[in-house]
């Protein structure tokens, strides 16, 4: 099992330009996640989802859209970077049960930086 | 805002000794999970106690939980250099859908061969 994976790891942009992370795991999880990561700071939750098809905005989401077309993947996208999405990028999944939370996957991270 | 917050920021250590992070968090809470995460890697779940434990063990992870504080604390005890990591606490409010977790800034941990 490869786990929880994310491409690209690295990516410099330039203000106005807009690019996708893309997100896969293959534990058949239900529920994925985005989060930012800045220095010196915990994660935020970003935008995450409970299905295939189905989505919804975390704590930062401003900035952001989300698709979860097919259940292993959850890409997150910037439609105009802005510098102060500059941050490292964190996809996550879990399993789930109503009402029992679990334990969630992280994947590498990618670092992602808006000039 | 943050919901759990870490204490202390960074702690430094020989190894062999014992380490203790503590967190506070500020809402009623299903669970409180704690992770680590190595210097440019993504996080790795250590262990999870559920809002009706004070304690639980993992090999030389000790939890506990004390929900009429709003606190928890993690020792990892006999410590090696390897454990050097940021270790973050997480809260599950207990939604009904999502899962969703909130991070403290969590605590640096050096810990000195």
């Known amino acids: 099992n490869a786990g929880v994976t994310q491409t690209p790891k690295f990516r410099v942009l330039k203000t106005g330009q807009s690019m996708t992370l893309l997100c896969a795991q293959d534990m058949n999880h239900e529920y994925m996640y985005w989060y930012r990561q800045d220095p010196g700071m915990g994660l935020r939750l970003i935008h995450y989802s409970v299905g295939e098809g189905t989505t919804a905005k975390g704590e930062v989401p401003d900035g952001y859209n989300v698709s979860r077309l097919k259940k292993q993947n959850f890409l997150l996208g910037l439609e105009s970077a802005a510098p102060s999405q500059t941050s490292v990028y964190f996809c996550a999944s879990s399993y789930n049960r109503p009402l029992i939370s679990y334990e969630q996957y992280f994947g590498p991270g990618t670092r992602l930086t808006v000039t | 805002s943050q919901q759990g917050e870490e204490d202390p920021q960074a702690l430094s250590i020989q190894e062999g000794e014992n380490a203790t992070m503590n967190c506070s968090y500020k809402?009623?809470?299903?669970?409180l999970q704690w992770y680590r995460q190595n210097s440019g890697r993504g996080l790795v779940h250590l262990i999870l106690i559920r809002s009706n434990e004070r304690e639980k063990h993992s090999g030389r992870l000790r939890v506990t939980l004390d929900t009429s504080k709003k606190s928890s604390s993690l020792l990892i005890t006999a410590s090696r250099a390897a454990d050097t990591a940021s270790y973050f606490c997480?809260?599950?409010?207990?939604?009904?859908?999502?899962?969703?977790?909130?991070f403290g800034e969590g605590t640096q941990l050096t810990v000195n061969p």
């Open positions: 809402t009623s809470i299903n669970n």
């Open positions: 997480a809260t599950d409010a207990g939604e009904t859908s999502g899962s969703r977790l909130t």
